[in-house]
């Protein structure tokens, strides 16, 4: 009874949001997918409202927003094994009685298939994973505006449908013969075995784009400025009139634009904090400090907890240790400046802004306290999955549903400069996760220093800063045998990073041209003395994240 009371309440609350209630809105429901909510985000791209629910959400919920069109995300289940997530029961009922238009999209798309009658098999020779072709029906609803019958597309499932329920046409096979597409016109029901949220489809936004606009015929209402309000809204109603907040900044994009949106509202109130940790890059924490007291002309106070947050890493080897290690310091240390803010204040800031993101948090799934459910963890990042129990501070997330270009136009809007906006992301951890193994061995941190400057610094000179999303070096916890000046050295092996992507959960690496290969190769080891071979990183995403560790 009180799980039940609980649902009724959020479903009256969603309901109610002045947002929701004012834009046609697109559901996606989720049944854990990697990419669920960049398919939100693909939606939003169009000026189309897309809001997120978890897969096995009541229908009291979902007529609660009154969805325009709903779409039933992929996920890592099989939905011929027991206990799999399911859409509620009566869904298909409500969604036809109300003209809805539904698209499952991989594990969706079986859900369709496997709950009205149809049949899911494990697929034949493992399944499909990576870049495939396929072929189209051209003449068909889901496909009408293409004239190609032959495209690219990103899969990604272990099963197929091997038999449509009735009424249900094939409009896409891929080479190997399984259906990857198929459409109810009646009933206003599609589906698509591959991923057409993900760059690496083609023609994937083009048919997003026209399942909305022409087959559920979606108004392109929503704007970012529409975000910026929100979110504001929301920290003006969370934030008291007289509550005082601790904004994190690392001087990144991220925190950057999380301090700026929150100083907008609160003004004074704001007390930004930003932390050397001993993991930043080389004669960061000075270029940082410079640039928010000349451009931005906000109040930061900067703390040095090199010693204790090395001291903490001492040992550790493991990733996950790390993450969480640093997770656990940095509240420690916002812990210790709250003491000091309280006997200046006369009481305790009740709040911590965190410039999270949706990467941050999809990649520590399941979110904490966000009621999704089924996915598979990847890994934590240090202020989300890493946060202690005890957390004494409330927090204020207002990025934690957008993806890094959102950020960067939300950023513009509010007149960040834009050698922030630009900047290519680092990761909250710092060199932690770029040093691969014990962070504290030997002198790592400063050798990984040096040789990411060089490195940052090529690019930069060859114009190829702003071609590249990320770009950074990894230390390796191995020596190699070279010469260097007519003498045998036993030297550090560094990896090169570079990689091209536009949402961070899909990524490329960048094909930097021999010449310059040669020319930074040569430049960090007659730099970095005690480096004396460099390998670059040609792995992409998947199978491999951006970063290392």
């Not at 904004?247 to 925190?255: I, Q, R």
């Not at 040669?518 to 994240?545: E, F, G, L, M």
Request: proline content about 5%; hydrophobic content about 35%.
């Amino acid at each position: 009874m009180a799980e039940n009371g609980h649902a009724a309440k959020k479903a009256k609350i969603e309901g109610q949001n002045g947002v929701f209630s004012n834009h046609s809105v697109c559901l996606v429901l989720d049944y854990g997918s990697q990419y669920t909510q960049l398919i939100a985000r693909r939606i939003r791209e169009n000026g189309v409202l897309s809001m997120l629910m978890p897969g096995d959400a009541t229908m009291e919920r979902i007529r609660s927003v009154q969805p325009k069109v709903v779409i039933l995300s992929g996920g890592p289940n099989s939905v011929h094994v027991e206990g799999s997530p399911r859409v509620p029961e009566g869904f298909f009922e409500y969604c036809q009685e109300n003209s809805i238009p539904v698209l499952g999209i991989c594990y969706g798309m079986q859900l369709i298939v496997h709950q009205l009658g149809g049949e899911v098999k494990t697929a034949h020779g493992g399944g499909e994973y990576g870049r495939m072709p396929m072929r189209i029906v051209k003449n068909s609803n889901l496909y009408a505006n293409q004239t190609e019958d032959g495209q690219l597309v990103w899969m990604s499932h272990g099963d197929e449908a091997v038999r449509l329920p009735e009424g249900f046409l094939v409009v896409a096979n891929s080479e190997q013969g399984a259906i990857v597409g198929i459409e109810h016109p009646k009933r206003r029901i599609f589906g698509l075995q591959y991923h057409p949220e993900v760059v690496h489809s083609e023609r994937g936004a083009e048919t997003i784009r026209h399942f909305l606009f022409e087959i559920a015929k979606m108004t392109g209402d929503w704007k970012m400025e529409n975000v910026l309000e929100e979110e504001m809204e929301k920290i003006r109603l969370q934030v008291g009139p007289t509550d005082h907040v601790i904004c994190a900044l690392s001087g990144g994009v991220d925190s950057t634009v999380a301090a700026t949106l929150v100083h907008r509202v609160l003004g004074e109130r704001l007390h930004c904090v930003f932390v050397d940790n001993g993991l930043l890059r080389y004669k960061e924490a000075e270029r940082v400090m410079t640039t928010f007291q000349q451009h931005l002309h906000l109040p930061v106070t900067k703390v040095d907890d090199a010693e204790r947050m090395l001291g903490r890493l001492r040992g550790k080897t493991d990733p996950e240790a790390k993450r969480k290690a640093i997770g656990a310091e940095f509240i420690d240390v916002f812990s210790d400046y709250a003491h000091q803010l309280e006997k200046e204040l006369g009481h305790k800031p009740r709040f911590l802004v965190q410039g999270t993101l949706y990467p941050d948090v999809i990649e520590s799934c399941p979110p904490p306290g966000k009621g999704q459910k089924h996915s598979h963890t990847i890994k934590s990042h240090h202020n989300v999955g890493g946060l202690p129990e005890d957390l004494q501070f409330e927090l204020i997330e207002p990025l934690r549903e957008l993806f890094k270009d959102e950020v960067r136009a939300l950023g513009r809007l509010m007149g960040v400069p834009e050698q922030f906006i630009t900047r290519h992301p680092f990761p909250g951890p710092g060199l932690a996760v770029r040093v691969i193994g014990d962070v504290t061995e030997g002198d790592c941190l400063d050798v990984l220093r040096e040789v990411d400057e060089v490195f940052i610094n090529a690019i930069r000179e060859k114009g190829l800063y702003d071609k590249i999303w990320q770009a950074f070096a990894v230390f390796l916890p191995v020596r190699s045998v070279g010469v260097q000046g007519d003498q045998r050295t036993h030297s550090h092996v560094v990896a090169l990073r570079a990689v091209t992507s536009s949402d961070g959960m899909t990524a490329d690496w960048y094909p930097f041209q021999p010449d310059f290969l040669q020319y930074v190769s040569t430049k960090i080891c007659n730099t970095v003395r005690s480096v004396n071979r460099v390998v670059y990183d040609i792995t992409s995403k998947p199978p491999s994240t951006i970063e290392w560790e």
